[in-house]
T-cell receptor
Framework: AQKVTQAQTEISVVEKEDVTLDCVYETRDTTYYLFWYKQPPSGELVFLIRRNSFDEQNEISGRYSWNFQKSTSSFNFTITASQVVDSAVYFC??????????WGAGTKLIIKP | SAVISQKPSRDICQRGTSLTIQCQVDSQVTMMFWYRQQPGQSLTLIAT?????????ESGFVIDKFPISRPNLTFSTLTVSNMSPEDSSIYLC???????????????FGQGTRLTVV
């Protein structure tokens, strides 16, 4: 079965702290893509990253970094030196061989000033 | 990339009525999807909109309730029929489009339609 689990329903940290959002996936496909999206209170979905199953290199983009571990089927997302503007719901998603996105339940991140 | 214009952005509707949501893309795309996001929940795929043929619906969604049209590769509509308060959700249009010079594709989303049924 294809499944994405984001076990953390809500995380609250104080500004400037580092925070890691967990994502664990299940798939039978050998080729697949993993995504992270941000949904701020305004509601639009903002694409953050796509990672294909053959590329296990970690990625860093400014304060954002992603750790892809096929051995544990995880694709975790870390924000360093968090800011209030990072407050949003973050979704992890898996794209299967039919090009459909399977979504995690989302993690609501609250950054307090 | 693809720019998606979805409208209306929000609406308040009476129960028993129907609302049609439009999704216009600035380029031709092969894959087009409609999602529902109920309050505080994740996204649920309603259907894949197929150009020139009937949409492919996911389990729990039927054509009579959510008729979909896709007359060409840049446009689709989703109708929420005979609405009830349980249909209050955000409805999102999404497309898959090629990015960069390689074979990668990416999912792009419209701004969403926030529907409230009273």
């Amino acid at each position: 079965a294809q499944k994405v689990t984001q076990a953390q329903t809500e995380i609250s940290v104080v500004e400037k702290e580092d925070v890691t959002l967990d994502c664990v996936y299940e798939t039978r496909d050998t080729t697949y893509y993993l995504f992270w999206y941000k949904q701020p209170p305004s509601g639009e979905l903002v694409f953050l990253i796509r990672r294909n199953s053959f590329d296990e290199q970690n990625e860093i983009s400014g304060r954002y970094s992603w750790n892809f571990q096929k051995s544990t089927s995880s694709f975790n997302f870390t924000i360093t030196a968090s800011q209030v503007v990072d407050s949003a719901v973050y979704f992890c998603a898996l794209r299967d061989s039919n090009y459909q996105l399977i979504w995690g339940a989302g993690t609501k991140l609250i950054i307090k000033p | 990339s693809a720019v998606i214009s979805q409208k209306p952005s929000r609406d308040i509707c009476q129960r028993g009525t129907s609302l049609t949501i439009q999704c216009q893309v600035d380029s031709q795309v092969t894959m087009m999807f409609w999602y529902r996001q109920q309050p505080g929940q994740s996204l649920t795929l309603i259907a894949t909109a197929n150009q020139g043929s009937e949409a492919t619906y996911e389990s729990g969604f039927v054509i009579d309730k959510f008729p979909i049209s896709r007359p060409n590769l840049t446009f689709s509509t989703l109708t929420v029929s005979n609405m009830s308060p349980e249909d209050s959700s955000i409805y999102l249009c999404s497309v898959e489009n090629r990015v960069g010079s390689g074979g990668n594709t990416e999912a792009f989303f419209g701004q969403g339609t926030r529907l409230t049924v009273v």
